[in-house]
């Protein structure tokens, strides 16, 4: 068997496990350095809005027309592709998923770990139904290309953050559902994971219940799971970045001009909208524009 073919691991322990109401910012901060790469906030996300937010993620999800997807490709030779379901342009679907994605503590959070200018890459449902096959291996730091490295400057290192991930949980996420696992502390040397890195030995899984929000370094090691349940495995994933990192999805482009207009100050730090760069020097306001006495 590969290595890398999906199967229990040995260990199932979930991550650092921290409570909404009593959130130490700069403890979560540590841990996605320096321990685990990731921290369980349990009941972020009240009950009414996990299921406002599954009731779109279902009904957008019913038609198994394809999608783009990532880190499928044995799902795609085997024909059951269609059991892993992506839901995209999530902030058009329901205002639900602009509250999840600005939440205050998850703003916090972002603030301290990317920079107070962080913008958002991508908000997206990700559906794994009964029998839907687990995902390859991966990292999403900076996004989700690390597999052609080469790609990359030399020396591109987890030192300093790039990336970092929230999953808000829709369903439970069990070993049955196919719950998320990945390598504690494997953020701390970045490379994508191969075979010899054994990782289906050294797993542990993010494992909690709808409301649930997993915060981690995008430089760990993981993947989704098999759903080996009858029941449906659904999440909600968002890609926060520093502002200077060129995000995967265009969400501006995706949104109405009344989503643009009416958005909040932390919605238009999100969609980059505050950030004036890449810009047309040539035709800009005369004058400096950048420097401590600007």
């Not at 991508?122 to 790609?151: F, K, M, V």
């Not at 969609?271 to 006495?293: K, Q, V």
């Amino acid at each position: 068997m590969s290595a890398l073919t999906a199967r229990a691991p040995a260990v199932v322990t979930g991550s650092t496990i921290v409570d909404a109401a009593h959130l130490d910012v700069d403890a979560i901060v540590r841990e996605l350095f320096d321990g685990s790469g990731a921290v369980t906030v349990r009941g972020l996300f009240s009950a009414a809005d996990i299921a406002q937010a599954r009731e779109v993620v279902m009904r957008e999800s019913e038609s198994s027309a394809p999608k783009v997807t990532h880190f499928q490709g044995a799902a795609g030779k085997a024909g059951t592709i269609d059991l892993q379901r992506r839901v995209w342009n999530l902030l058009a679907k329901g205002e639900v998923f602009s509250r999840m994605a600005a939440h205050p503590q998850l703003m916090q959070v972002m603030r301290a770990f990317l920079g107070s200018g962080f913008t958002m890459g991508s908000i997206a449902a990700n559906r794994i139904l009964p029998g839907g096959p687990g995902q390859e291996p991966h990292i999403d730091y900076p996004y989700w290309d690390y597999h052609s490295p080469l790609t990359h400057p030399a020396r591109l290192n987890a030192s300093f953050p790039l990336n970092a991930q929230a999953t808000i949980m829709l369903d439970p996420f069990t070993v049955e559902t196919g719950a998320t696992a990945y390598v504690p502390g494997s953020q701390r040397e970045l490379h994508y994971p191969v075979e010899s890195d054994r990782f289906y030995d050294r797993c542990e899984r993010m494992l909690g219940e709808p409301g649930d929000t997993v915060i981690f370094f995008g430089a760990v090691w993981h993947c989704a799971m098999p759903n080996l349940s009858s029941k449906d495995r659904s999440a909600i994933l968002i890609q926060y970045l520093p502002k200077w990192v060129k995000p995967m999805e265009n969400l501006p482009a995706a949104l109405p001009a009344e989503f643009i207009a009416q958005a909040s100050p932390d919605m238009r730090q999100l969609l980059g909208l505050e950030f004036p760069y890449p810009e047309i020097l040539d035709s800009a306001r005369a004058g400096n524009a950048e420097g401590r006495m600007r």
